[in-house]
Nanobody, 116 residues
Framework: QVQLVESGGGLVQAGGSLRLSCAVS?????????MGWYRQAPGKQRELVAT???????NYADSVKGRFTISRDNAKNTVYLQMNSLKPEDTAVYYC?????????WGQGTQVTVSS
């Protein structure tokens, strides 16, 4: 069973920055795979933020393009999300995600709160 451990959430003022990290702590890993981030705000559905394939291809939600950057360290099985110019509407629980083959895996979530 693949286990994902997130860190880096917190409270920040609008216009500020945060960096999220997600490391694989256990499980059998193989490629190709995709890792990334989803988020869920209160009363809303979980939505994609950004993903990155093991080969390097990235995908971003329109709402974060130009502000967020996803990166990976494949040697460390870690994915990062650099979030700049944060807005109050970015407030949500952010979930790390990994899929390899047919199996999706999720982290426990980390809260990001942006105050206005």
């Amino acid at each position: 069973q693949v286990q994902l451990v997130e860190s880096g959430g917190g409270l920040v003022q609008a216009g500020g920055s945060l960096r999220l990290s997600c490391a694989v702590s256990a499980g059998v890993l193989f490629s190709p795979n995709v890792m990334g981030w989803y988020r869920q705000a209160p009363g809303k559905q979980r939505e994609l933020v950004a993903t990155m394939y093991s080969g390097g291809q990235t995908n971003y939600a329109d709402s974060v393009k130009g502000r967020f950057t996803i990166s990976r360290d494949n040697a460390k099985n870690t994915v990062y999300l650099q979030m700049n110019s944060l807005k109050p509407e970015d407030t949500a629980v952010y979930y790390c995600y990994r899929q390899q083959g047919p199996n999706p895996y999720w982290g426990q979530g980390t809260q990001v709160t942006v105050s206005s």
